[in-house]
Protein backbone atom coordinates (compact mmCIF):
# COMPACT_ATOMS: atom_id res chain seq x y z
CA UNK A 1 0.00 0.00 0.00
CA UNK A 2 2.70 2.69 0.87
CA UNK A 3 5.21 1.36 -1.45
CA UNK A 4 3.31 1.72 -4.95
CA UNK A 5 5.59 1.17 -8.22
CA UNK A 6 7.31 4.13 -9.59
CA UNK A 7 6.35 5.95 -12.74
CA UNK A 8 2.72 5.31 -11.84
CA UNK A 9 0.10 7.74 -13.82
CA UNK A 10 -2.43 8.95 -11.60
CA UNK A 11 -5.33 6.77 -12.16
CA UNK A 12 -2.97 3.22 -12.07
CA UNK A 13 -1.81 5.17 -8.50
CA UNK A 14 -5.79 5.23 -7.59
CA UNK A 15 -5.88 1.70 -8.72
CA UNK A 16 -2.95 0.77 -6.71
CA UNK A 17 -4.24 2.40 -3.39
CA UNK A 18 -8.05 1.08 -3.30
CA UNK A 19 -6.92 -2.50 -4.36
CA UNK A 20 -4.53 -2.79 -1.79
CA UNK A 21 -6.83 -0.71 1.04
CA UNK A 22 -9.48 -3.23 0.08
CA UNK A 23 -7.11 -6.12 1.07
CA UNK A 24 -5.65 -4.32 3.74
CA UNK A 25 -8.94 -4.39 5.22
CA UNK A 26 -9.79 -7.65 4.50
CA UNK A 27 -6.59 -8.55 6.13
CA UNK A 28 -7.88 -6.78 9.31
CA UNK A 29 -11.19 -8.36 9.08
CA UNK A 30 -9.67 -11.78 9.36
CA UNK A 31 -8.00 -11.06 12.34
CA UNK A 32 -10.39 -8.67 14.08
CA UNK A 33 -13.36 -10.94 14.09
CA UNK A 34 -12.36 -14.02 15.35
CA UNK A 35 -10.25 -11.10 18.35
CA UNK A 36 -13.41 -9.94 19.28
CA UNK A 37 -15.24 -13.47 19.34
CA UNK A 38 -12.51 -14.21 21.75
CA UNK A 39 -13.29 -11.04 23.82
CA UNK A 40 -16.47 -12.09 24.32
CA UNK A 41 -16.20 -15.41 25.14
CA UNK A 42 -13.68 -15.33 27.93
CA UNK A 43 -17.21 -13.97 30.28
CA UNK A 44 -20.55 -14.00 29.69
CA UNK A 45 -21.02 -11.25 32.50
CA UNK A 46 -22.40 -8.18 30.80
CA UNK A 47 -20.02 -5.57 32.69
CA UNK A 48 -16.86 -7.86 32.85
CA UNK A 49 -17.69 -7.67 28.95
CA UNK A 50 -17.34 -4.14 28.51
CA UNK A 51 -14.51 -4.18 31.10
CA UNK A 52 -12.56 -6.78 28.07
CA UNK A 53 -13.54 -4.62 25.11
CA UNK A 54 -12.50 -1.18 26.82
CA UNK A 55 -9.13 -2.49 28.35
CA UNK A 56 -8.54 -4.36 24.77
CA UNK A 57 -9.40 -1.03 22.10
CA UNK A 58 -8.07 1.19 24.68
CA UNK A 59 -4.89 -0.27 24.76
CA UNK A 60 -5.12 -1.18 20.86
CA UNK A 61 -5.54 2.38 20.39
CA UNK A 62 -2.83 3.83 22.39
CA UNK A 63 -0.24 1.28 20.93
CA UNK A 64 -1.29 1.78 17.52
CA UNK A 65 -1.17 6.09 17.87
CA UNK A 66 1.74 5.71 19.93
CA UNK A 67 3.58 3.45 17.30
CA UNK A 68 2.62 5.78 14.64
CA UNK A 69 3.73 9.10 16.70
CA UNK A 70 7.45 7.48 17.38
CA UNK A 71 7.91 6.11 13.80
CA UNK A 72 6.62 10.25 12.84
CA UNK A 73 9.42 11.41 14.70
CA UNK A 74 11.90 8.91 13.53
CA UNK A 75 11.07 8.49 9.80
CA UNK A 76 9.65 11.90 8.86
CA UNK A 77 12.16 14.98 10.08
CA UNK A 78 12.14 18.38 8.76
CA UNK A 79 15.19 18.17 6.47
CA UNK A 80 16.27 20.88 3.89
CA UNK A 81 14.38 19.31 1.27
CA UNK A 82 11.06 19.10 3.20
CA UNK A 83 11.41 21.73 6.16
CA UNK A 84 7.80 22.65 6.68
CA UNK A 85 6.68 19.45 7.14
CA UNK A 86 8.93 15.74 6.88
CA UNK A 87 5.45 13.80 6.01
CA UNK A 88 5.87 14.99 2.44
CA UNK A 89 9.13 12.88 2.24
CA UNK A 90 7.92 9.92 -0.06
CA UNK A 91 11.67 8.45 1.60
CA UNK A 92 10.18 7.67 4.51
CA UNK A 93 6.76 5.53 3.45
CA UNK A 94 8.28 2.43 2.83
CA UNK A 95 10.41 2.29 6.13
CA UNK A 96 6.69 2.93 7.84
CA UNK A 97 5.46 0.10 6.26
CA UNK A 98 8.06 -2.54 7.21
CA UNK A 99 8.01 -1.00 10.94
CA UNK A 100 4.17 -1.26 10.83
CA UNK A 101 4.36 -4.76 9.51
CA UNK A 102 6.68 -6.23 12.11
CA UNK A 103 5.21 -4.28 15.47
CA UNK A 104 1.40 -5.78 14.44
CA UNK A 105 3.42 -9.01 13.63
CA UNK A 106 4.76 -9.62 16.60
CA UNK A 107 1.90 -7.96 18.56
CA UNK A 108 -0.44 -10.29 17.17
CA UNK A 109 2.21 -13.09 17.89
CA UNK A 110 2.41 -12.16 21.71
CA UNK A 111 -1.66 -11.98 21.95
CA UNK A 112 -1.88 -15.64 20.31
CA UNK A 113 0.57 -16.63 22.74
CA UNK A 114 -0.75 -15.16 26.06
CA UNK A 115 -4.30 -16.20 25.35
CA UNK A 116 -3.66 -19.66 24.63
CA UNK A 117 -3.86 -21.31 28.51
CA UNK A 118 -7.77 -19.58 27.84
CA UNK A 119 -8.88 -22.10 24.94
CA UNK A 120 -10.26 -25.08 26.67
CA UNK A 121 -12.71 -22.28 28.75
CA UNK A 122 -14.07 -21.26 25.60
CA UNK A 123 -17.64 -22.07 24.52
CA UNK A 124 -17.41 -24.46 21.69
CA UNK A 125 -19.98 -25.66 19.14
CA UNK A 126 -21.73 -29.24 19.44
CA UNK A 127 -20.25 -31.40 17.68
CA UNK A 128 -24.21 -32.80 16.60
CA UNK A 129 -25.29 -30.13 15.88
CA UNK A 130 -26.69 -29.47 12.62
CA UNK A 131 -24.95 -27.54 10.08
CA UNK A 132 -26.69 -23.99 9.01
CA UNK A 133 -27.47 -23.03 6.10
CA UNK A 134 -27.69 -19.92 3.86
CA UNK A 135 -31.20 -20.08 4.46
CA UNK A 136 -31.04 -20.03 7.79
CA UNK A 137 -28.21 -17.28 8.20
CA UNK A 138 -30.51 -14.90 5.99
CA UNK A 139 -33.68 -15.88 8.11
CA UNK A 140 -31.84 -14.86 11.00
CA UNK A 141 -30.47 -11.35 9.23
CA UNK A 142 -34.32 -10.65 8.76
CA UNK A 143 -35.04 -11.46 12.34
CA UNK A 144 -31.88 -8.98 13.66
CA UNK A 145 -33.09 -6.32 10.93
CA UNK A 146 -36.59 -6.53 12.36
CA UNK A 147 -35.02 -5.31 15.99
CA UNK A 148 -35.39 -1.38 15.95
CA UNK A 149 -32.29 -1.38 18.30
CA UNK A 150 -30.46 -3.53 16.22
CA UNK A 151 -31.17 -1.37 13.31
CA UNK A 152 -30.33 1.84 15.33
CA UNK A 153 -26.81 -0.30 15.76
CA UNK A 154 -26.17 -0.49 12.33
CA UNK A 155 -26.68 2.60 10.60
CA UNK A 156 -25.02 3.94 13.45
CA UNK A 157 -22.18 1.99 13.39
CA UNK A 158 -22.60 2.88 9.10
CA UNK A 159 -22.46 6.56 9.50
CA UNK A 160 -20.11 6.70 12.87
CA UNK A 161 -17.31 4.36 10.48
CA UNK A 162 -18.33 6.97 7.78
CA UNK A 163 -17.28 9.64 9.76
CA UNK A 164 -13.99 8.24 11.10
CA UNK A 165 -12.83 7.77 7.80
CA UNK A 166 -13.56 10.43 6.04
CA UNK A 167 -11.52 12.69 9.18
CA UNK A 168 -8.52 9.86 8.66
CA UNK A 169 -8.82 10.69 4.84
CA UNK A 170 -8.32 14.37 6.01
CA UNK A 171 -6.10 14.62 8.33
CA UNK A 172 -3.15 14.90 6.87
CA UNK A 173 -4.13 17.26 4.45
CA UNK A 174 -5.99 19.38 7.03
CA UNK A 175 -2.40 19.54 9.42
CA UNK A 176 -0.14 20.38 6.98
CA UNK A 177 -2.00 22.59 4.62
CA UNK A 178 -4.71 23.95 6.88
CA UNK A 179 -3.03 24.42 10.09
CA UNK A 180 0.13 24.50 8.37
CA UNK A 181 1.49 22.11 11.55
CA UNK A 182 5.18 20.05 11.63
CA UNK A 183 5.41 16.63 11.56
CA UNK A 184 6.26 16.88 15.03
CA UNK A 185 3.80 19.05 16.11
CA UNK A 186 1.17 16.26 14.52
CA UNK A 187 2.84 13.21 16.32
CA UNK A 188 2.24 15.41 19.75
CA UNK A 189 -1.03 15.19 19.18
CA UNK A 190 -1.03 11.40 20.06
CA UNK A 191 -0.12 12.36 23.90
CA UNK A 192 -3.12 13.78 24.80
CA UNK A 193 -4.85 11.36 22.52
CA UNK A 194 -3.56 8.33 24.35
CA UNK A 195 -4.10 9.99 27.23
CA UNK A 196 -7.72 10.64 26.72
CA UNK A 197 -8.32 6.96 26.01
CA UNK A 198 -6.71 6.19 29.38
CA UNK A 199 -9.47 7.92 30.73
CA UNK A 200 -12.21 6.02 28.56
CA UNK A 201 -10.86 2.91 29.95
CA UNK A 202 -11.03 3.58 33.24
CA UNK A 203 -14.95 5.36 33.55
CA UNK A 204 -16.37 3.72 30.79
CA UNK A 205 -17.62 0.65 32.80
CA UNK A 206 -18.91 3.43 35.54
CA UNK A 207 -21.09 5.45 33.08
CA UNK A 208 -22.10 1.98 31.15
CA UNK A 209 -23.23 0.98 34.38
CA UNK A 210 -24.63 4.25 35.47
CA UNK A 211 -26.48 5.59 31.99
CA UNK A 212 -26.31 2.08 30.22
CA UNK A 213 -24.55 1.50 26.56
CA UNK A 214 -26.42 3.01 24.43
CA UNK A 215 -27.13 6.52 25.91
CA UNK A 216 -23.33 6.67 26.76
CA UNK A 217 -21.99 5.95 23.08
CA UNK A 218 -24.41 8.54 21.61
CA UNK A 219 -23.48 11.17 23.90
CA UNK A 220 -19.66 10.51 23.07
CA UNK A 221 -20.26 10.24 19.87
CA UNK A 222 -21.47 14.10 18.95
CA UNK A 223 -19.21 15.14 21.92
CA UNK A 224 -15.76 15.01 19.37
CA UNK A 225 -17.61 15.45 16.44
CA UNK A 226 -18.67 18.97 17.31
CA UNK A 227 -15.91 19.74 18.85
CA UNK A 228 -13.74 19.28 15.25
CA UNK A 229 -16.10 20.16 12.98
CA UNK A 230 -16.12 23.62 15.17
CA UNK A 231 -12.66 24.79 15.34
CA UNK A 232 -12.10 24.37 11.80
CA UNK A 233 -15.11 26.52 11.24
CA UNK A 234 -13.54 28.98 13.73
CA UNK A 235 -10.11 28.95 11.74
CA UNK A 236 -12.56 29.26 8.64
CA UNK A 237 -14.34 32.17 10.34
CA UNK A 238 -11.35 34.04 11.59
CA UNK A 239 -11.99 33.54 15.17
CA UNK A 240 -8.91 31.11 16.04
CA UNK A 241 -5.95 32.71 17.55
CA UNK A 242 -3.04 33.94 15.44
CA UNK A 243 -0.38 32.76 17.59
CA UNK A 244 0.08 29.13 16.22
CA UNK A 245 1.20 28.18 20.28
CA UNK A 246 -2.61 28.53 21.16
CA UNK A 247 -3.88 27.23 17.52
CA UNK A 248 -1.78 23.74 19.04
CA UNK A 249 -2.97 23.91 22.92
CA UNK A 250 -6.69 23.67 21.55
CA UNK A 251 -6.32 21.13 18.78
CA UNK A 252 -4.24 18.84 21.38
CA UNK A 253 -7.71 19.59 23.87
CA UNK A 254 -9.74 18.52 21.04
CA UNK A 255 -7.51 15.12 20.61
CA UNK A 256 -8.08 14.76 24.53
CA UNK A 257 -11.75 15.22 24.45
CA UNK A 258 -11.67 12.61 21.14
CA UNK A 259 -9.52 10.15 22.73
CA UNK A 260 -11.53 10.49 26.16
CA UNK A 261 -15.01 10.32 23.67
CA UNK A 262 -13.49 7.50 21.59
Given at each position: ??S?P?G??SL?LA?????F????????????E???????G??????A?????TS???L??I???????????LL???T????????????GY????????LI?????G??A??TR?????L?????????????????????????P??R???????????????R?I??????I??????????G?F?????V?????V??????????D?KP???A??????G?????????L???????Q?????????????????G
Amino acid sequence: LLSPPAGLSSLELALWFGVFSILLRQALTLYNEPHLALGAGLTSDYTARTSVFTSSIGLSFIGSFGVVGLLTGLLFPETPEYPNNGLLNPAGYPWLAFWGALIMLLSVGYSAWGTRDRIPHLPSASLTAPRVSVRQILAAVRIAWANPSFRALSWGTFFFVISISIREIFSPFLGIYFWELTSKQLGGFLIPTGVGFLIAVSTTSMFHTRFDKKPTRIATSFLPAGISGLLVVLQLVGWMPENQRWVVVALGASYLIAGAAG
